[in-house]
């Protein structure tokens, strides 16, 4: 059974070999986080130097999902940074590995990224995700809400053609 838990920044350096090798993992999968293949585990590793650095900056929270000392997921909450929305954070790059899909990983991790979000003060929650995807899906079964579409808002991970983007919110 997997342990959710908040990445502490000192924990950074040991868990980056673990977080490179998720992204990687993902976007090779088909998930829609941003990135195009052909990925690479450069490309994998850049992004994660930034985001470890914003975490460590606490600019954005990291929460793990481990079991028998690897990390098969993660999500990270961003919390808003404008003076007027205080109450306001992003959710950003929910990632399950594959050899951990399929198990209500995804949901637990979404559940724990709600929990942190209460425990900080943050009451209303953003995300985006690619229209008709398995994230789709999941976001409308935790109640979240959507609000809106983009057509032809990103290029799909395997490069093909440009996707429509699902925007939901959540109070909490």
């Known amino acids: 059974m997997h342990q959710i838990r908040l ?3 000192a924990e950074a350096d040991a868990a980056r070999p673990d977080l490179v090798d998720l992204l990687f993992d993902c ?12 990925m690479t585990r450069e490309k994998s590793e ?19 999902a481990e079991v028998d000392g690897r990390i098969d997921g993660s999500v990270q909450l961003v ?6 929305q205080p109450h306001r954070a ?21 559940q724990a990224a709600e929990d942190e979000a209460r425990r900080i003060g ?10 008709g995807s398995a994230g789709e899906r999941l976001y409308q ?10 057509p032809g808002y ?10 429509t983007c699902s925007f939901f919110y959540k109070v909490l």
């Open 79 to 84: 919390p808003a940074g404008q003076e007027n």
């Open 141 to 150: 079964r935790l109640g979240w809400t959507l609000f809106g579409q983009v």
């Open 7 to 9: 990445l502490a920044p």
């Open 154 to 163: 990103a290029v799909t991970a395997d490069g093909t053609h440009r996707q």
């Open 90 to 110: 992003d959710i950003a790059k929910l990632l399950v590995h594959r050899r951990a899909r399929r198990n209500g990983l995804g949901a637990a991790l979404m």
């Open 122 to 131: 943050r009451t209303l929650l953003t995300l985006d995700t690619e229209t």
């Open 27 to 38: 976007v090779e999968g088909g998930a829609s986080v941003n990135f195009v293949k052909p």
């Open 46 to 64: 850049s992004w994660w130097h930034g985001a470890l650095a914003s975490h460590a900056r606490g600019e954005r929270l990291i929460l793990i």
